[in-house]
């Protein structure tokens, strides 16, 4: 183990894939391709991005860190047509939000159960940040495939690229 507390990874889990995701937003040609649909996939990628926004300002930004979001998870699904500057404001929103109540949360958290029900389940603050962080990855990886759906483009935009973990690091390689 590199010796980061769990929080501190999720953390930068969370920063690396909202980061990936912008760059995915900004690798279509223009707004409306955002919310073309794609022929089998059941969400657009600007759908997906109110999603994972909604989602970790929710359970991270409000739960966890206090924030006075109030999530409105229909409007996640139903809302279209915000240009790619409005979603990646609100990305990068989210982004802060997200480190500023991990910076702050007491290692101790992460054994109790976290504070909100989930589909009626109690599990431990722990295990939640990691099932967020999977979670945005999954999402992140759907909007990566939508992308290339629609504008036809194999192209990657570095989603999930270890260089870009917090314990990332060179080193020689042996002879």
């Known amino acids: 183990m590199s ?14 894939d909202l980061a990936a995701f912008r760059r995915s937003l900004a690798a279509y040609p223009d707004d409306a391709s ?3 649909p794609g022929a089998g996939l059941p969400n657009s990628a600007g759908t997906l991005a109110l999603h994972v926004a909604g989602n970790l300002r929710h359970f991270v930004g409000a739960a966890l860190g206090g924030s006075a979001y109030v999530r409105r998870r229909e409007e996640e699904f139903t809302t279209t047509g915000l240009p790619r500057a409005e979603l990646d404001a609100l990305l990068a929103r989210t982004a802060e939000e997200v480190r500023a109540a991990l910076d702050r949360l007491d290692p101790a958290t992460l054994d109790r159960d976290f504070p909100a029900l989930k589909r009626g389940l109690r599990v431990s603050t722990g295990d939640f940040l990691v099932h967020l962080a999977t979670h945005l990855a999954f999402h992140l990886g759907q909007a990566d495939a939508h992308r290339r759906a629609v504008t036809g483009s194999p192209a990657g935009i570095g989603a ?7 314990s990332a690091r060179t080193v020689a390689e042996p002879d």
Request: hydrophobic letters at 70%; glycine letters at 8%.
């Open 3 to 16: 010796g980061i507390p769990l929080a501190a990874t999720v953390a930068g889990l969370l920063a690396r």
């Open 34 to 36: 955002v919310w073309a």
């Open 160 to 166: 999930v690229a270890v260089n870009e973990m917090a």
